[in-house]
């Protein structure tokens, strides 16, 4: 089945992915297969609902077609001085 993956920076939709999927896919997977950027916090949301790591794309009811949502945030190193 094709999905649809749009990758969110900030506020604006940075690219948007067709993918190929399996139903018995997990989400992990579909995180690893858009590698929007391995240095931030990604979030995988479909229908507005975060979606667990683990569950496969028909146990969050993601069908042929379905359009997908991947939330970026970005790492920030906070570096503490000294006064």
């Not at 089945?1 to 969110?8: A, F, G, K, L, P």
Request: glycine letters at 4%.
């Amino acid at each position: 089945m094709r999905i649809n993956v749009s990758i969110v920076v900030g506020m604006a939709i940075k690219a948007t992915r067709c993918l190929e999927a399996s139903p018995s896919d997990t989400v992990r997977m579909v995180r690893h297969q858009v590698k929007a950027n391995a240095e931030g916090w990604q979030s995988l949301k479909f229908n507005g609902r975060h979606l667990s790591d683990d569950s496969t794309l028909r146990e969050c009811r993601i069908q042929d077609g379905s359009k997908l949502e991947l939330t970026e945030i970005k790492r920030h190193n906070l570096h503490l001085s000294e006064y």
